[in-house]
């Protein structure tokens, strides 16, 4: 059986890959490359965002009664990251690279941040909440497309 923790933490790791293969394609001035790079990235970070938001978090509140813990948190940090996103693609289509680079700073750290909270605190938390019901949350996030 897979843990929430097995499934979601690489799903970090993917989407810090693709982040940071974009950014070298921005520092390298390949406009067209980091487009594409940027898209998968943010589609990538979306679609964790939403095996969260629509899945994982309303099964662990259910579960434990807490709406206002540390899924709220990371809410409020998945707004902020996606206002960054938003930002970080305007300067994309401007070829602005110094305004890239500088959101993209920002969002590394938040990322960076949340990534360390939900792996050592939410998602422990989740596994052990969601302990008789890991498989059917897993397999919903897994069938998410």
Not at 2 to 7: G, L
Not at 93 to 109: C, F, H, N, S, V
Request: with cysteine; glycine share 6%.
């Amino acid at each position: 059986m897979t843990t929430i923790s097995e499934f979601l933490a690489p799903d970090h790791k993917r989407c810090d890959d693709l982040f940071a293969a974009t950014e070298a394609l921005v520092a390298s001035g390949d406009w067209d490359g980091a487009a594409e790079g940027f898209s998968r990235f943010q589609e990538a970070l979306q679609h964790h965002f939403a095996m969260e938001v629509e899945v994982m978090f309303p099964a662990f509140e259910a579960r434990t009664g807490m709406t206002q813990g540390p899924t709220a948190v990371m809410r409020s940090e998945h707004r902020q990251m996606s206002d960054l996103l938003n930002q970080m693609s305007g300067a994309l289509a401007r070829k602005d690279g110094d305004a890239y680079l500088g959101d993209a700073d920002t969002l590394l750290i938040i990322m960076q941040q949340h990534n360390v909270k939900e792996e050592q605190m939410l998602y422990r938390m989740a596994d052990r909440a969601l302990a008789n019901e890991l498989e059917e949350v897993v397999g919903r996030m897994r069938a998410m497309t």
